[in-house]
């Protein structure tokens, strides 16, 4: 565990590895709760329509929002991913890698990943929630 993630990745040492997300996560300090966000930008308007521009905004909007209790992309410990197409994130998993690399860097928490037959706002794609853990405020 480092000081600045503040998290150890737990992965059985005779198990195939993981590719782009963690098995688990052990992580001590102040828990924050991400409620599910949308590919629509703080003014809730979707300005992208494909399945990759949206999870590129879904997950700035999780940072945006983690930056306001002092977190990063790299305290986030669990992300919960809600897709409308599972045939449309497969065929587009280089270009939602990349906008994933861009936001969140080469930062894989625990994930899972369901397909819904439709989210509360018609033009949304996907939804994700997350949870992190920052360290502990020293006093």
Same mark, same amino acid.
């Given at each position: 565990m480092?000081?600045? @993630?503040?998290?150890? /990745?737990?992965h059985? @040492?005779?198990?195939?590895?993981?590719?782009g997300?963690?098995?688990?996560? /052990?992580?001590?300090?102040?828990?924050v709760? #991400?409620?599910?966000q949308?590919?629509?930008?703080?003014?809730?308007?979707?300005?992208? +329509?494909? #399945?990759?521009?949206?999870?590129?905004?879904?997950?700035r909007?999780?940072?945006?929002?983690?930056k306001?209790?002092?977190?990063?992309?790299?305290? %986030? /410990? +669990?992300?919960?991913?809600? %897709?409308?197409? +599972?045939?449309?994130?497969l065929?587009? #998993?280089?270009?939602?890698?990349?906008a994933?690399?861009?936001?969140?860097?080469?930062?894989?928490?625990?994930?899972?990943m369901?397909?819904?037959?439709? #989210?509360?706002?018609d033009?949304? +794609?996907?939804?994700?929630?997350?949870?992190?853990?920052?360290?502990?405020k020293?006093?």
């Amino acid at each position: 565990m480092t000081e600045a @993630t503040n998290h150890q /990745v737990l992965h059985p @040492t005779n198990w195939k590895a993981a590719k782009g997300y963690a098995n688990g996560i /052990v992580a001590e300090g102040r828990v924050v709760y #991400l409620g599910g966000q949308i590919g629509w930008t703080g003014d809730q308007v979707f300005e992208a +329509k494909d #399945l990759a521009g949206q999870t590129r905004q879904t997950l700035r909007n999780i940072v945006d929002i983690l930056k306001e209790g002092g977190g990063r992309p790299e305290h %986030i /410990v +669990k992300m919960t991913w809600y %897709i409308t197409d +599972k045939a449309e994130y497969l065929a587009n #998993l280089r270009e939602i890698g990349v906008a994933y690399r861009d936001v969140m860097g080469k930062h894989y928490p625990a994930m899972a990943m369901v397909q819904v037959v439709a #989210l509360i706002e018609d033009e949304a +794609k996907v939804e994700i929630e997350a949870t992190a853990v920052l360290p502990a405020k020293q006093v």
